[in-house]
């Protein structure tokens, strides 16, 4: 661990766990942090028909809201997952709502799908320069009754400029989510998915997250 890294770290480490997510993201977004113009062909890997520069990726859950996607790429991770969205914005869980386990190196997540909805995150993602894999992570609101309605408004509204799909059932703070991990509620799920992306007439890759 290099001199910098364990003062950067230390004072991250003095801040809240969601104050130094901000802080990371505010970082980013002032372009110092620079870009990696290393390519090898001997670390590129082809999944589903996506080609990735390396297998190294930033998964859903720093960049929720496309804030830094090029940033993101731009430091040479393969590929980046935006998310969780859900269809209207929402604030989350009450703080505090992410806590550290410094002995074991983890946090803890009960933010409860805080974002700013498909709409301000569709616009951002629209925007981005650097060229490389950005999948979508989707969810569904917290107050929305059918919750497969949201999933299907998620592929319906990025569908043009996502690489692949999350389709995230996971979150124990939703009431209801977990319901659709039930055998023919997933398969209604699936089901409703894949029409959705069919109808839009892109081959496009879909994974579900049940953890």
Known sequence: MSFFHCIGRSVLFMLDPERAHRLAIAGLKTGLS???????????????????KNFVGLAAGFDKNAEVIDAVLGLGFGFTEIGTVT?????????????????DEAIINRMGFNNDGHQAVYKRVCVRKQGGIVGINIGANKDTVNKIDDYIAGITCFYDVADYFTINVSSPNTPGLRDLQARSNLN????????????KKKNMVSLFRFF
């Open 34 to 52: 620079g870009y990696q113009k290393i390519f090898d062909e001997r670390l590129c890997v082809t999944v589903a028909g996506l080609k990735f």
């Open 188 to 199: 209604l799920l699936m089901k409703a998915v894949s029409q959705a992306r069919n109808e």
């Open 87 to 103: 269809p209207k914005p929402q604030m989350g869980n009450p703080k505090p709502r992410l806590f550290r386990l410094v002995e």
